[in-house]
């Protein structure tokens, strides 16, 4: 996967590389604009200064004179003037100063009445050249200064101008298909998030729709066909009342009849697995969950026995569980029927309870399928053509639901279920 | 006996009249509110059997008119497995019984029978068939005049298949009425077969007959000439 960075600090990068960039060509441009000044200021001096000696020794003036001012030798004819003007830098001691000062040299051949002198000209530019340094000194430092506050804002920022984003997250996450109701509009006024906002509010819109019509749709095949399969059902109890018919097709009518039971079961199952998901069992209380379980312990007492099994009960009086009873009598049915389809003869089925789980275990046979599939609908071992596949699905949504926690694990040959707080 | 038969289901309609009449009872039917409120405004009944869900309204409204008329016929409610709330509602406003949809045949015969006898005081609460003999109050069972002592799903079995005799009750059928809610057990179906066993053997044992034939391995009949 490609490496992942957070939006502010890709922008900070960026702004810091392009600030770098501006500052940078900023200092080239003044660098050389102060160039081009230190250029034409020498230069206009250098022709000035030119223009006089020119003048002087024009007018006679003689070189000795000039000599006080500055370095001024006659040449011989034969100079070769194409090397001239030559320019030059160089240092000069100043003693008052006591440092080394920089100076522009303009070596240039003078010709005056037929006389060729060559002439050094001089001018100070240690102010310039400082002036030229402190561009890049001072832009340096600004640019230090802008690029640690700009990370520091962002940085101290990025906590407030995100947190509307941060929530829109995290109603995204909390929804839940089928309860739209969790979902409040986060306040902002960025473009961006409310846009955002706004596209996840129609996505979620239309979602439910969906989601509502398929329910809708499973609710009512589960719901009419139950009339009919009444009727294919009564109808195949007239066959099996017929005795001549039934010397001859017994296996057929067992079929059908055995089907359409199956089918008719499913169909009431399902609608109790819409029910539950549409939380129309609301009536929550805290239940005590050792009387319902002793109850349910009794019923099946007959049965247990009948299939060579025990049932045994370590059941907390304390323990209790926040659910409607009717959804609790459910999973508590599911379990027990389960443990005892799946149980080795002979073994003993241990329900337990103590402060904040309860858990029911039996000896069987591991899952012929992968642990996580246990929860799916229709995931059935195929041993029972009875069984629906539909119990643990149901079991799982109802602690969904309630805010409990179901865990299944397979330990020295005994299936596990543990429902939680 | 006569009753009033109120479901919108046509087929599921004809079919229910037809076994009850097959069963003895003489059947009206009605497909509406509408209709069976007309029907119970003139005609005297024994028993009404009530689907709760009909076309122009719900058929509690009939326990109502009922009850507001002092009409004492026994009423029997037919709801949706999943509609709890209309099956309270129906007992409170005086209905004597419920069924969930589906149902069995059977158990609608039992259950009608139960609350006819206990709605018409006069009657006698001994039921006899060949040489078996059972007093439905205090729950005793006789063979030729001999004493034999039953389960509490023995007589439940007994009293089932005596309701229902010369028919063939499907597990499934027999499951329900014995154990209602928990009858989806798959292994209930060893469980019948071990009580009508016991039953089977109490029976022959008092000198009685061998009523009770496995049928074409989806149930059992009580055959009583």
């Known amino acids: 996967m490609k490496k992942e960075f957070k939006l502010l600090p890709k922008i900070t990068f960026v702004f810091i590389v392009f600030a770098f960039i501006a500052f940078y060509s900023s200092a080239v441009f003044l660098t050389n604009e102060a160039d081009e000044f230190i250029y034409e200021n020498l230069d206009s001096r250098f022709q000035k200064f030119e223009h006089s000696i020119k003048h002087d020794l024009d007018r006679g003036g003689s070189i000795e004179k000039l000599r006080n001012y500055i370095k001024i030798d006659s040449v011989n004819k034969s100079v070769d003037l194409t090397k001239y003007p030559v320019f030059s830098d160089t240092t000069i001691y100043d003693d008052e100063l006591e440092s080394d000062r920089s100076y522009k040299k303009k070596t240039i051949i003078i010709e005056s009445k037929n006389q060729y002198y060559r002439v050094e000209l001089i001018r100070l530019v240690d102010d310039f050249m400082r002036l030229r340094e402190d561009i890049f000194e001072s832009l340096i430092p600004a640019f230090i200064i802008l690029a640690v506050t700009f990370v520091l804002f962002a940085y101290l920022l990025s906590g407030y101008y995100f947190r509307p984003f941060n929530k829109i997250l995290q109603a995204m996450k909390t929804y839940k298909v089928g309860e739209p109701k969790n979902i409040s509009k986060v306040k902002t006024n960025t473009a961006e998030f409310v846009k955002m906002q706004n596209l996840y509010h129609e996505m979620i819109d239309r979602i439910e729709d969906d989601y509502q019509r398929l329910k809708e749709y499973t609710e009512h095949m589960a719901h009419e066909i139950q009339t009919p399969l009444t009727i294919i059902r009564n109808k195949t109890e007239n066959l099996i009342a017929d005795e001549d018919l039934m010397d001859k097709h017994s296996e057929t009518v067992k079929t059908i009849y055995n089907q359409t039971n199956h089918l008719s079961k499913l169909g009431s199952t399902l609608n109790l697995l819409t029910k539950i998901e549409n939380n129309e069992f609301n009536k929550s209380e805290n239940l005590q969950t050792k009387p319902a379980i002793e109850k349910f312990i009794s019923a099946v007492e007959e049965l247990v026995k009948l299939k060579d099994l025990k049932i045994a009960g370590n059941l907390n009086p304390g323990h209790s569980f926040f659910i409607d009873p009717i959804l609790f009598d459910v999973i508590i049915r599911n379990l027990i029927n389960n443990s005892i389809n799946y149980s080795h003869p002979g073994s003993e089925i241990v329900i337990t309870t103590n402060d904040d789980s309860l858990q029911i275990s039996n000896y069987g046979d591991p899952l012929p399928f992968e642990e996580d599939k246990l929860f799916e609908r229709f995931q059935s071992n195929g041993k029972t053509s009875n069984s629906l596949g539909l119990g643990l699905a149901l079991i799982k949504k109802i602690c969904e639901l309630n805010q409990l926690k179901i865990e299944y694990s397979y330990s020295g040959g005994m299936h596990n279920f543990k429902i939680s707080n | ?225």
């Open chain 2, 1 to 225: 006996m006569k009753l009033l038969l109120v479901e919108d289901n046509h087929s599921l309609n004809k079919d229910i009249q037809e076994y009850l009449i097959e069963n003895g009872f003489t059947v009206e039917t009605a497909f509406n509110l509408l209709e069976a409120s007309e029907k119970l405004s003139v005609y005297k009944y024994d028993a009404l059997i009530i689907d709760i869900g009909l076309p122009d309204g719900s058929g509690l409204e009939l326990i109502k008119q009922a009850k507001k008329d002092k009409i004492n016929s026994a009423i029997l409610i037919l709801t949706a497995k999943d509609k709890l709330e209309d099956k309270l509602e129906g007992l409170n406003l005086g209905a004597d019984d419920y069924m969930t949809k589906p149902f069995h045949k059977a158990e609608l015969n039992a259950r009608l029978r139960s609350i006819l006898r206990r709605n018409l005081f006069d009657r006698d609460n001994k039921i006899a068939a060949g040489e078996i003999e059972i007093d439905l109050i205090t729950a005793e069972v006789k063979i030729k005049s001999k004493d034999i002592i039953l389960t509490k799903k023995e007589f439940d079995l007994l009293l089932y298949f005596i309701h229902n005799k010369n028919r063939v009750l499907t597990k499934e059928s027999i499951a329900e009425h014995l154990w209602g809610d928990h009858a989806d057990q798959s292994d209930n179906f060893d469980f019948i077969y071990n009580h009508i066993k016991n039953l089977r053997k109490k029976i022959t044992n008092a000198g009685g007959k061998n009523y009770i034939t496995a049928m074409y391995g989806m149930g059992y009949k009580f055959t009583i000439k």
